[in-house]
């Protein structure tokens, strides 16, 4: 068994971004610039953009935080949407996800630009991904299929299954992994709450990505001997041990799964530290297609 390092990985990803984003700067160009909008104080969110920010500095990105307010409305979100959409600083931007309930989170996705769309999250990238043309890819699915490709594992032709059908995670990733992409060419079963006798699709799996959002749901006997097993869960749980007072939980059962599998990704360290390296990459490829002779 061997682990996908996460972590490791990207790192690489990020040293890679570092370097391209060193040559355009001494090239005279000014480098990319990505912009995150915090509504609220929902303590994941805060730490997921604060993450994404210092990720930004590290790599040479210019970054941008702005905060609003639990109680903004949704009206002068749009505003602010509507005026990074025009600005040409400003090569792409996200909307730090759950927002208030008062807040239509899908007319807000749909507001941004697809173009600066670095969440992938738009109607229309989710659109061309399902069409074999993704250019702007969600960035935890985008994590799962590098770490794949990183890893030399062979994707065409096997039989996976992914357990959850969110926007975000399940479907994108079945897109990708079944689509004409390099890391695809899957056959690929999507699974979810109402799919019966579940264990026994995930145990047809050569590659099988988990994401529920349940601790520890796949066990040992849900698995088939020598799978690829992606675990995208993460739960947090109160844990006084811990320096953050809380512990990170996978969806799958690691002791018992680990042993079977060729490979798989903890938790933490897994999918986790990709999801961001993933959005620079983004960022760095929508200067690239629609900002390509920026100047400072
Ligand atoms: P959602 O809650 O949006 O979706 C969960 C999916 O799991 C749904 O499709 C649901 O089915 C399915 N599901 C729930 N219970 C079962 C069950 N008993 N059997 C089969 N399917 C089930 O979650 P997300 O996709 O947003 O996230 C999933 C997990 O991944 C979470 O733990 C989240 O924190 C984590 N995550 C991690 C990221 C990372 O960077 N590592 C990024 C994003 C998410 P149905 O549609 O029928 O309700």
Not at 4 to 25: C, M, P, W, Y
Not at 29 to 46: E, F, K, Q, T
Not at 153 to 167: E, L, P, W
């Amino acid at each position: 068994m061997e682990i996908l390092d996460g972590k490791k990985t990207s790192a690489q990803v990020r040293e890679e971004l570092r370097r391209e984003v060193e040559q355009i700067v001494s090239a005279g160009h000014r480098p990319p610039h990505l912009v995150a909008i915090l509504v609220g104080d929902n303590g994941a969110s805060i730490t997921y953009v604060n993450a994404k920010v210092k990720a930004c500095q590290e790599i040479g990105f210019r970054s941008s935080l702005i905060k609003y307010p639990a109680e903004v409305s949704q009206g002068e979100l749009l505003d602010k949407i509507d005026e990074l959409n025009n600005d040409p600083t400003v090569d792409g931007f996200i909307v730090q996800l759950p927002l208030p309930v008062h807040i239509d989170e899908k007319l807000v996705t749909e507001s941004i630009r697809p173009e600066k769309d670095v969440d992938g999250f738009h109607p229309v990238n989710m659109g061309r991904l399902a069409m074999g043309q993704g250019v702007l890819l969600p960035a935890t699915p985008a994590g799962i299929v590098e770490l794949l490709r990183r890893y030399d594992i062979a994707t065409s032709g096997k039989r996976a299954v992914v357990v959850g059908r969110s926007n975000i995670v399940g479907i994108p990733v079945s897109l990708l992994l079944a689509g004409k992409y390099p890391t695809g060419n899957c056959t690929v079963t999507i699974c979810h709450s109402r799919t019966e006798n579940l264990a026994e699709i995930t145990r047809q799996a050569d590659i099988l990505v988990a994401a529920i959002g349940s601790p520890h749901f796949i066990k040992g006997d849900m698995v088939k001997q020598g799978a690829v097993v992606i675990d995208v869960g993460i739960t947090r749980q109160p844990d006084a041990s811990k320096k953050s007072g809380f512990a990170l939980l996978g969806d799958v059962d690691y002791e018992q799964v680990a042993p079977k599998c060729s490979y798989i990704t903890p938790v933490p360290g897994g999918v986790g530290p990709m999801t961001i390296a993933m959005l620079m990459k983004n960022t760095l490829t929508a200067m690239k297609m629609y900002a390509p002779h920026s100047d400072k």
